[in-house]
């Protein structure tokens, strides 16, 4: 068994650890020791007395001699290394009973019990002779009262264990709290990730059904204009959900012209047809011309009159043929947007050309927006 030193307090003073001598060279400070079994509950009181050797030189004088036990001479006042220094005497005492461990603490500060213990054994001597009992039967109640001590010090280490596996228990129930709430963060996440894929997927079925109607516009149109596509007429393709249909000028119109002939007109009637049922669309027709100048008997300033009266023209006589004329527009992009170099005759009919394109209908013209925001 070994001692441990569990607090220091003082009779006289209320708050030692942070007491000051008013003479740090002379001063004496009874400290009282609370000290116990190592592991154990329980404590008994030892006193102590600091004290410098300037307050030994005022009490005394240089005469005579002075006890020491119970007393501890410093020769400054600090309680924190005071403390680790009587902790780690007091430590040193073991034995195998605590009046054992308490007898040698004892050597250091005065034991409180010391004094008890001792009118307690005189006290049982005289009653034992003056009541006539027999040394063999002082003895055997001395055995009685050590076998009482050893449950004692039993029960009190199995409380000692009892209370460490309630420690270990408590760590090991905070852990599984610990753990049992990052499994909910988990599962918390996992079910956000679920709700995500299923919007993920929602989405991409939307997304699928809108390709799958624009292919089935594409089929519906390319149908329509088969006669056309195959006489080379009209050309026809889809990218990113943009449909275009791009017709030769030399089908609709005549050179410098922005009059339709009739293999244009009837081109454009199957256009009409394969258009004028259409919801929720915009059809932006565009005007290309090839670099040659449009001179001066054209009637045309340059190729940006040429090619954005044509895609005029192309509008109105769709609208004329039941196209909504909400869903028409006309823009002329001149020479400057070629498909190929104008360095050839054949070039330069590939870049004189009318585009008719097929959008989806999300975006807000320019006018309106300008409208609402003076509206407001």
């Given at each position: 068994m070994r001692a441990r030193l569990k607090n220091i307090t003082s009779d006289d003073i209320p708050d030692v650890a942070s007491y000051l001598p008013p003479d740090p060279s002379a001063f004496a400070i009874p400290l009282v020791l609370e000290v116990g079994p190592l592991g154990l509950r329980g404590r008994e009181r030892f006193e102590l007395l600091v004290v410098t050797p300037g307050w030994l030189l005022e009490r005394h004088g240089r005469k005579g001699a002075v006890a020491g036990r119970g007393k501890l001479i410093v020769f400054e006042w600090s309680f924190e290394r005071i403390?680790?220094?009587?902790?780690?005497?007091?430590?040193?005492?073991?034995?195998?009973t605590w009046p054992d461990v308490a007898r040698k603490v004892g050597r250091i500060a005065e034991w409180e019990g010391e004094g008890d213990n001792v009118m307690l054994a005189v006290l049982l001597v005289t009653l034992a002779a003056g009541c006539g009992v027999s040394k063999e039967e002082f003895a055997a109640k001395e055995r009685d009262a050590q076998q009482s001590l050893k449950k004692y010090q039993d029960e009190s280490g199995k409380t000692a264990a009892l209370e460490k596996k309630v420690a270990t228990l408590t760590d090991q129930l905070a852990a599984a709290q610990q753990q049992a709430a990052a499994s909910r963060e988990q599962l918390a996440q996992g079910q956000q990730q679920i709700e995500q894929l299923k919007l993920a997927a929602a989405q991409l079925e939307q997304e699928k059904g809108a390709l799958q109607a624009k292919s089935a516009q594409y089929e519906q149109l390319t149908s329509s204009l088969q006669s056309q596509i195959a006489t080379g007429q009209i050309e026809?393709?889809?990218?990113?959900?943009?449909?275009?249909?791009?017709?030769?000028?030399?089908?609709?119109?005549?050179?410098?012209?922005?009059?339709?002939?009739?293999?244009?007109?009837?081109?454009?009637?199957?256009?009409a047809d394969a258009?004028?049922?259409?919801?929720?669309?915009?059809?932006?027709?565009?005007?290309?011309?090839?670099?040659?100048?449009?001179?001066?008997?054209?009637?045309?300033?340059?190729?940006?009159?040429?090619?954005?009266?044509?895609?005029?023209?192309?509008?109105?006589?769709?609208?004329?043929?039941?196209?909504?004329?909400?869903?028409?527009?006309?823009m002329g992009y001149s020479e400057y947007r070629p498909l190929a170099p104008n360095e050839s005759p054949q070039a330069r009919s590939q870049n004189r050309r009318i585009e008719i394109s097929l959008t989806a209908a999300d975006a807000t013209p320019v006018v309106e927006a300008l409208k609402a925001e003076g509206a407001k």
């Open positions: 403390k680790a220094f009587l902790a780690r005497k007091i430590e040193a005492c073991n034995g195998p026809i393709s889809e990218l990113r959900g943009k449909m275009t249909v791009k017709l030769k000028d030399k089908v609709l119109f005549a050179s410098g012209s922005t009059a339709l002939g009739k293999e244009g007109k009837a081109a454009l009637d199957a256009v258009f004028k049922d259409l919801k929720g669309k915009n059809v932006v027709v565009g005007g290309y011309t090839d670099d040659v100048p449009t001179g001066t008997r054209s009637g045309f300033k340059d190729n940006w009159d040429l090619s954005a009266a044509r895609a005029v023209t192309v509008v109105r006589y769709l609208q004329s043929k039941g196209v909504s004329p909400g869903m028409l527009g006309a």
